[in-house]
């Protein structure tokens, strides 16, 4: 059974279940920190009846004028959790904030080209493809670069629908241009 | 500062960079000698002085750090300031109140200067140093009041000094009162309407989050607390549903919810749950209305044009109450109403729940599902309740029918299952095997279902039905009876694993097997096998007690070949094949885990709790140790940062959580069970380095008020163990039977009990008077050591008494660290002996010793009984290190000039217990190379041939068979050359002790 939370500094001493996945990227505690620090509201766990982190979200606010938007940064759910729409409810609040709290544009996402569960889920969401960015994801050793998609959805704010775009994974950038 | 000092600055922060101090320590002298004297060299050159750590540099650091403190006009440099803060925090927390006089005096000297203030402020935040911290955020709120954050900066740093101080502080209160008057104020500034906002008003919901850490600590009780907290969650201006407050609505409706259950108020609370809950309906309501006026799917919207939906309006992100959460506590409060005689609230609640259930399609939000098993659960003892109320029997058959293929269907009936009767939960199990019988399998993805089906079920066959069987042997009937029910659940598990298989053929490299549970289920009865064969053969080496952990290894690998990520699979592994005594290989399959960042201090524990003892010959060990320790630096250089960014940018709910996180890391037990087994490692493994190394980490944790942080999480591991344990039938007629604790599945086959702080004390302990002999035989050539070396002789025996006779804390140890432990006392009695001149007791204390050693010798003449496993490893290797700390404690005892009166008497028995450790060491060797040997010898041989029949036993129905049977087991030649590969790797750990 799930539960949404503040995510706090202690949980990184129990995302095991999350964190033990070749999936979900380990950071340095000061990256989680920081993200408390700067958008608490943006950081949620999902909590089993248990007391079990069943996976968790950090996003931030950034950019400016009409580009000012909510950007999820991770988005993870434990393999046992997984399908049972935990990332959506994840993704709700975060969008919720972004439209109450910092009157964002849009919420958006990078998600790697080649990863289509992830992108069905997240269009699923009402998230579509705005730019593909090229070889955006570093190639570790004996693999390729890889390019990412930048996803969108715009909120009540982007009343022009500004964050939309026709054919955007046929809008190819460079990592540069979106820095 | 000049260019040119700039360039010459650098230089010394590179040398410090690559740790180099001395070299960096030559740099400064040079210049201060061609008479450079800028405060910057001067506080430079201290903060090297404090990293060198010996007692003249200590006392050099204090001289430079009080004449830059004391200097008239004060210093206003930011730069020397912070260098000499820092130098101020080496030296020690006694030095705690003179970095804020310090600073005082300089803010005081430069009053309009707001960064020299402000810089202050982040000083004494990153060293912790509170009550500074408070000074340097009062003055500055005071200095500058249109500054806001400054207001709020003081509130925090007064919570945080109230709570840094002990209870018996004197100002303690004061702290506490300053705050909550502080933001009382700034909740009295907040307006009803958001027109005109005062500059010290309540404008953020961490603001409203601080507001709520204070209260608890000024209230005169609890009750008041609470009630204050929830007239502000529900004020309009900063309640859960105000602008502010929706911010961190989650959070706060949380914290209602909280408080509103501990005041009892279980009206409140159902009626704050059914407000929440309706509000999901309405959205169900709408969602439904707007389907059918033919509103398309958002995903296929998405997918057609590239185009996505714009978020409904406002209300949709209302009403968000479908959370386990609500419906926990609008349970709980429907069945305190109703055994309250207030029937209602009860049937309302009941009919809440079916609604939700109606208008929710199976599977998509369990909660009103599950709401239904809980609700059912409330009445399950007195059959009563609510008109319509199912049984709890009959509520956890629809749970299952309605979520039976979804993993966390075994986690959320788990609790409520355990509650039935035996005849019910036997109704359950068949229920649920005659469901899964009926579902359909005709394509690939009925049948991945189907799978997922029959491991929950396997799973509920496990916990009901398994895991009650006692591990103990009582009697021969009754272990006629569990052998054969633990075969056929091994084997059914296993045939579902297998059967499982070909739905996998396009999952990606990253996936794991669909049936992959049900193969950890098997393991799962493997291990109680094996702990049922220990008990009935009295011995957990005997070749039918390893058998089965034998066969586990064998599906492990064969789990870990198809799915290369299963990390559950691989922590079995690790933690079998050290418990087998093959450690090499745990510590080969160790990497595949990829155990990164804060995940070294919660999971590195199932690698390298005593690894130095298990492998210590085995270069790996040392570079994993090495990499698990880093994480206690980065977080101690990172953490301070981040305290001050969440200062800078207003987080200030998270800050407690960012403190106890930082005291957690810093006083983790696994930091100083690292660093215990990392100098145990340079003694005992092949390159020795001999070094009188740092010792903070080991100081730090025998302080009197140090706490040691347990952060290890045991709970990752698979478990689907009963919360109820059978009772062990008392062996004589009228005696009582035996509780059986409560574990987990992890708990049921440890290595030994995990050490805590007790053991992580005892041993720093034994480190520390290691490195005190060695600082006397090459630094002092006297006893006792001065300067940092604090903790005397006589000192670290009480400690080591202590320890020794409270059995409370002896169950951190093993028996050989017991042994151990009583040789470093009998030792350290030695040393402290000779500092006190008394010949006669370091004569005692050494034949004690002496025959330490001759009662812990291994018999010469014959080959050590039993099969080697994890703890033969384990004692060998320990009593080596006993050995090798002979030399090191005598040392001083014989090479100090002062006591040179004292060699004539006392060197027969010094030269006696030499010798004696010698041999000793010499007897452990030969014992390891023996049966090294003989594991060695038995490829083809009959002993082999034995292990290998039983892992492989013919008769049906048994687990050997179906490894045979099964081909993904990679029959019996693959079997045979797995076992082999085992014993070899035993061979190799127990010869691999010693040193080359």
């Not at chain 2, 400064?28 to 405060?39: A, L, P, T, V």
């Not at chain 2, 109320?389 to 269907?409: D, I, V, W």
């Not at chain 2, 995940?599 to 690894?611: C, E, K, P």
């Not at chain 2, 404690?889 to 060699?903: D, G, I, N, W």
């Amino acid at each position: 059974m799930s539960s949404l939370r503040p995510f706090h500094a202690l949980d990184l001493f129990r995302f095991n279940l999350t964190n033990l996945d070749v999936l979900t990227e380990n950071y340095v505690p000061s990256f989680y920190l920081q993200y408390l620090a700067k958008w608490p509201t943006l950081c949620s766990v999902m909590e089993s009846a248990s007391g079990k982190i069943m996976g968790y979200i950090l996003g931030k606010a950034e950019g400016e004028y009409t580009e000012w938007h909510g950007h999820v940064t991770a988005v993870t759910v434990a393999p046992d959790f997984r399908r049972l729409g935990l990332a959506k409810t994840m993704m709700d609040e975060l969008e919720r904030v972004t439209t109450t709290v910092y009157n964002g544009y849009f919420v958006d996402l990078y998600v790697r080209v080649s990863n289509r569960l992830a992108i069905d889920m997240y269009e699923g969401l009402g998230y579509s493809v705005y730019r593909c960015v090229q070889e955006y994801y570093s190639a570790g050793p004996g693999e390729l670069e890889e390019d990412a998609y930048d996803m969108r959805k715009p909120m009540k704010r982007d009343k022009k629908r500004q964050s939309v775009r026709e054919n955007g994974r046929e809008f190819k950038v460079q990592p540069h241009e979106v820095y | 500062m000049s260019l040119r000092q700039d360039r010459k600055n650098q230089l010394v922060h590179d040398a410090l960079d690559a740790g180099a101090y001395k070299q960096a320590l030559q740099l400064c002298n040079k210049r201060i000698k061609k008479g450079e004297k800028n405060d910057y060299l001067f506080a430079i050159k201290a903060l090297i002085l404090t990293l060198i750590k010996t007692g003249p540099s200590y006392e050099e650091a204090l001289a430079i750090a009080k004449q830059l403190s004391a200097k008239t006009p004060p210093i206003d440099s930011i730069e020397v300031l912070t260098t000499t803060t820092k130098v101020w925090s080496m030296l020690g927390s006694e030095h705690a109140g003179e970095v804020a006089k310090m600073w005082e005096r300089s803010v005081k000297a430069h009053p309009g200067d707001e960064a020299l203030t402000r810089e202050w402020l982040w000083g004494t935040v990153r060293i912790l140093d509170w009550r500074g911290a408070q000074k340097a955020a009062m003055a500055l709120q005071k200095n500058y009041p249109k500054r806001r954050e400054y207001w709020f900066w003081a509130v925090l740093t007064c919570l945080l000094l109230h709570n840094s101080l002990p209870d018996s502080a004197v100002d303690k209160k004061l702290f506490g009162q300053l705050a909550y008057r502080m933001i009382s104020k700034s909740r009295t500034d907040t307006p009803t309407d958001t027109t005109v906002v005062l500059p010290r008003a309540i404008q953020t919901s961490q603001e409203v989050g601080l507001y709520l850490e204070v209260l608890p600590y000024v209230a005169p009780d609890s009750a008041t607390a609470t009630k204050e907290a929830l007239e502000l969650l529900s004020s309009s201006n900063l309640g859960v549903d105000s602008k502010i407050g929706s911010g961190d609505w989650w959070g706060l409706v949380r914290r209602q919810l909280d408080l509103l259950e501990e005041s009892g108020n279980w009206m409140e609370v159902w009626k704050a749950c059914e407000d929440l809950l309706h509000g999901v309906e309405v959205k169900a309501k709408e969602s439904a209305a707007a389907k059918t006026d033919g509103e398309a799917d958002a995903s296929e919207v998405a997918k057609k044009n590239d185009g996505a939906r714009i978020p409904e309006a406002e209300g949709e992100t209302k009403g968000r109450g479908d959370d386990w959460r609500v419906w926990e506590g609008f349970v709980k409060a429907a069945g305190e109403l109703y055994n309250q005689e207030n029937k209602d609230q009860g049937n309302k609640a009941l009919e809440v729940i079916l609604q939700h259930r109606e208008t929710a399609k199976a599977g998509t939000s369990r909660n009103a599902d599950l709401a239904l098993v809980k609700f059912a659960s409330l009445f399950h003892d007195h059959h009563e309740g609510p008109e319509g109320t199912p049984t709890l029997l009959e509520a956890c058959k629809e749970y299952f029918t309605r979520t039976g293929t979804k993993s966390c269907c075994f986690e959320d009936l788990q609790n409520y299952l355990e509650m039935l009767e035996m005849s019910e939960k036997k109704e359950f199990l068949g229920f649920v095997e005659k469901h899964i019988e009926d579902m359909d399998a005709d394509d690939e993805k009925s049948k991945i279902s189907k799978t997922a089906a029959q491991i929950n079920h396997h799973k509920f066959v496990y916990l009901l039905t398994i895991s009650p069987l006692t591990i103990t042997a009582t009697s021969t009937s009754s272990e006629e009876e569990v052998i054969p029910k633990l075969n056929d659940f091994i084997t059914s598990s296993l045939k579902i694993y297998v059967g499982a298989l070909p739905l996998g053929s396009a999952l990606l490299d990253t996936d794991n097997q669909y049936g992959d549970d049900a193969a950890l289920l098997s393991i799962m009865g493997l291990v109680r096998l094996h702990l049922l064969h220990s008990s009935i053969t009295s011995s957990s080496t005997s070749i039918t007690a390893q058998a089965p952990l034998y066969q586990a290894l064998i599906i492990l690998e064969a789990i870990v070949s198809k799915s290369k990520h299963n990390y559950q699979a691989l922590l079995l592994l690790v933690r079998l094949y050290l418990l087998l005594g093959a450690a090499s290989l745990a510590v080969e399959i160790y990497p595949r885990l990829n155990i990164k960042q804060i995940q070294n201090d919660t999971l590195s524990h199932f690698l390298l709790t005593r690894i130095s003892t298990i492998l210590p010959a085995e270069k790996k060990v040392g570079a994993i140790l090495n990499d698990a320790g880093r994480i206690y630096e980065s977080s101690s250089s990172q953490t301070p940062n981040m305290l001050v960014l969440a200062f800078e940018r207003g987080g200030y709910a998270q800050m407690m959580g960012f403190i106890e996180f930082s005291e957690r890391v810093a006083g983790s037990v696994c930091r100083s069970m690292w660093e215990i087994e990392r100098r145990r490692l340079d003694r005992l493994g092949p390159q020795q380095t001999n070094k009188i190394d740092d010792l903070e980490t080991l100081d730090t944790v025998l302080k009197d008020d140090a706490v040691v942080w347990d952060n290890r999480d045991f709970g990752v591991l698979v478990n689907c163990e009963t919360e109820h344990p059978p009772s062990i039938p008392a062996a004589e007629e009228g005696g009582e039977a035996t509780k059986v604790q409560k574990k987990r599945f992890e708990e049921l086959f440890r290595t030994s009990a995990p050490p805590g702080e007790n053991w992580v004390k005892a041993f720093a302990v034994v480190e520390k008077l290691v490195v005190y002999c060695k600082a006397v035989i090459t630094v002092t050539h006297d006893l006792p050591a001065p300067g940092p070396l604090s903790l005397q002789p006589e000192n670290c025996t009480s400690i080591l008494k202590k320890i020794q006779a409270d059995p409370e804390t002896t169950i951190e140890f093993t028996e050989p660290e017991r042994d151990y432990i009583e040789f470093a006392c009998l030792l350290t009695a030695m040393i402290q002996a000779a500092i006190a001149k008394d010949g006669v007791t370091i004569i005692s204390s050494a034949e004690k010793a002496q025959s330490w050693l001759s009662s812990h010798t291994p018999s010469p003449d014959s080959v050590p009984s039993g099969e080697p496993e994890w703890n033969t490893l384990h004692a060998m290797h320990l009593y080596i290190d006993a050995a090798i700390l002979v030399g090191a404690f005598v040392a001083p005892t014989l090479q100090s000039p002062l006591h040179k009166q004292l060699h004539k008497t006392i060197r027969p028995a010094i030269t006696s217990l030499i010798t004696a450790a010698t041999a000793f060491h010499n007897a452990l060797l030969t014992a390891a190379s023996k049966i090294s040997k003989a594991i060695a010898d038995e490829d083809g041989s009959d002993k082999e041939q034995e292990l290998v029949d039983r892992v492989l036993e013919l008769e049906q129905g048994n687990v050997g068979r179906a490894l045979r049977d099964m081909s993904i087991f990679g029959g019996v030649e693959k079997v045979v050359e797995g076992v082999r590969k085992i014993r070899r790797d035993v061979a190799r750990a127990v010869d691999g002790g010693r040193k080359k």
